[in-house]
């Protein structure tokens, strides 16, 4: 089966085409970053019209790079939700006036669930069920994973998202937008046990998350130091994150009893973050499946194989029709899936 994805929940053209017995053909994504730097953060009516402009030109593109036509495909999949409206909007129209000319099913698939199936596109793929960390740009949780739409929710954040805290934190230290990949390479040169910052609900009983407190402290940090202070801020910023992420992750996957842990989401790329994960892993005997860094923003990929999967499981379903009416979902709670 050879599916076609579309990702334009947010400021990411993404599209690709997968194909289930040969795995991924090839994929394209173009970030809007230039666009948004001026503003601090995504101004989602440039977003969508941005998609407008990209999208069939990526296809287009992809296309001749693989050398697969659109009479080829088996089916189409979008990302429907959750994300903005009216980049929602743009994906779900391209997607479902293709599958009506082309008369092939359609399949809007959840945001989410392309993150926390995206390990799957690695070599070695971990087998269900699994243990899952998702942190992107706007969630932090932790996830088990049964099966593709077995989904339970064990902990989130109470507040902001961890990726959410580190673009916050690289724009307080005048690193413009988006800050966690400059955030992490400033904080390479810093000293992360200069300054004490806390660990927001390290020590909690639940697998909640909270760093909305994590930001606020480095925000007074900043008052009282220098410009030369910066690199050590920010690298005790990045050590107080990842040990709190990994000290949760830990309590999972000990509350749980499994031994396969899948880590997803913008902030999965992060350098200290997966040396902190991998080290608890190996201390417990649990196998950690990261997905390739191209893989952990936003992207065609995830959404093309979240789709094949679930296209080949219902087949015969009504969720899989050819192009008519759609909708999308701008929020969308992943527990809902089946």
Not at 99 to 116: D, F, K, Q, Y
Not at 273 to 290: C, N
Request: hydrophobic share 40%; proline share 6%.
């Amino acid at each position: 089966m050879l599916i076609l994805g579309i990702e334009s929940s947010c400021d990411d053209t993404g599209v690709a085409f997968y194909d289930s017995g040969r795995g991924l053909l090839g994929h394209r994504v173009h970030t809007q970053s230039d666009i948004h730097a001026d503003y601090g953060g995504v101004v989602p009516e440039l977003a969508s019209r941005d998609h407008v402009r990209r999208l069939l030109p990526l296809i287009r593109d992809l296309s001749q790079a693989c050398g697969v036509g659109l009479s080829d495909l088996d089916g189409i999949a979008y990302t429907q939700g959750p994300g903005l409206a009216g980049a929602l909007l743009v994906g779900a129209a391209t997607a479902v006036g293709l599958s009506r000319a082309l008369e092939i099913p359609v399949m809007g698939v959840h945001h989410l669930e392309g993150h926390l199936l995206s390990p799957l596109l690695s070599d070695p793929a971990p087998g269900f069920p699994f243990i899952a960390l998702l942190v992107s740009g706007g969630h932090t949780q932790l996830m088990e994973v049964a099966g593709v739409g077995c989904y339970t929710l064990l902990g989130e954040t109470v507040d902001d998202a961890a990726g959410e805290a580190f673009d916050k934190t690289a724009q307080l230290l005048g690193l413009g937008y988006p800050g966690g990949a400059a955030l992490a390479a400033l904080a390479q040169d810093g000293d992360p046990e200069r300054f004490p910052l806390p660990r927001p609900m390290l020590d909690s009983p639940d697998l909640n998350f909270s760093f909305s407190g994590l930001k606020t402290a480095v925000r007074l940090l900043i008052r009282q130091r220098g410009e030369a202070d910066r690199p050590d801020i920010a690298a005790a910023f990045q050590e107080a994150v990842a040990e709190v992420l990994a000290a949760k992750a830990s309590r999972a996957w000990r509350e749980t009893g499994h031994r396969r842990f899948v880590v997803a989401g913008g902030v999965g790329a992060n350098h200290r973050l997966r040396e902190r994960l991998s080290h608890a892993a190996d201390r417990e005997g649990v196998q950690v499946y990261y997905p390739p860094p191209q893989f952990c923003t936003d992207n065609g990929a995830m959404i093309a194989l979240a789709g094949a999967l679930r296209l080949e499981r219902q087949k015969a379903d009504a969720a899989a029709t050819i192009g008519g009416s759609f909708t999308v979902r701008p929020r969308w709670p992943l527990e809902e899936l089946r």
